[in-house]
């Protein structure tokens, strides 16, 4: 079975520029997570989504990011612009609701804003 | 509000010995769920164990061993006779427990294992 699928998975821009980074969660699960992993603040929940529902975004930083998830398959986080500040590995994770709160893991996407 | 908290930022063993990472905990839930996940590194963060507050029952699997223990709000990880395999980072982490769907998950800063040959 495939794992949680990101893409891309190293990705290289200049500050200013807008970022798409993409997460494909296992096939049924209903939960989809959004993790910013840096030396500084470790393991940060940005987002994560119940059924495609947003159920708490308080830790997406500030305007400049923003996530959406059209379908129970697919998943973005944009930052727009991006800045410096920006670079670390973005995670998804996904999990099946009722099996309470196991979280797989995709490879993640590893940003640097120049 | 939740809190993880892994005092542990590095620690370093010769292989065979054993070792115990800390976690401690703070949640106003009456019903939550512990984890501890590694992260080897090739990067990938690997689960390893759920524990239900209502289980202090302590585990076993293969060298690892968890215990939990509600009173002192601590959930920890020992590795018997470590490997070099077995250098990553720890993570341990905290949930509410809901029956219909998936609630956050917050992880603590993680312990940086180094076994050393």
């Known amino acids: 079975d495939a794992g949680v699928i990101q893409s891309p998975r190293h990705e290289v821009t200049e500050m200013g520029q807008e970022v798409t980074l993409r997460c494909k969660p296992i096939?049924?699960?209903?939960?989809l997570f959004w993790y910013r992993q840096t030396m500084m603040r470790g393991l940060e929940l940005l987002i994560y989504f119940n059924n495609n529902v947003p159920i708490d975004d308080s830790g997406m930083p500030e305007d400049r990011f923003s996530a959406k998830m059209p379908n129970a398959s697919f998943s973005t986080l944009k930052i727009q612009p991006s800045e410096p500040r920006d670079s670390a590995v973005y995670f998804c994770?996904?999990?099946?609701?009722?099996?309470?709160?196991?979280?797989?893991f995709g490879e993640g996407s590893r940003l640097t804003v120049l | 509000a939740q809190k993880v908290t892994q005092a542990q930022t590095e620690i370093s063993v010769v292989e065979k010995e054993d070792v115990t990472l800390d976690c401690v905990y703070e949640t106003r839930d009456t019903t939550y769920y512990l984890f501890w996940y590694k992260q080897p590194p090739s990067g990938e963060l690997v689960f390893l164990i759920r524990?239900?507050?209502?289980?202090?029952q302590n585990e076993i699997s293969g060298r690892y061993s968890w215990n939990f223990q509600k009173s002192t709000s601590s959930f920890n990880f020992t590795i018997t006779a470590s490997q070099v395999v077995d250098s990553a980072v720890y993570f341990c982490a905290l949930s509410e427990a809901q029956y219909s769907s998936a609630s956050k998950i917050i992880f603590g800063s993680g312990t940086r294992l180094s076994i050393r040959p």
């Open positions: 994770a996904s999990s099946w609701g009722q099996s309470s709160g196991e979280l797989f």
């Open positions: 096939s049924g699960h209903n939960s």
């Open positions: 524990r239900n507050s209502f289980d202090e």
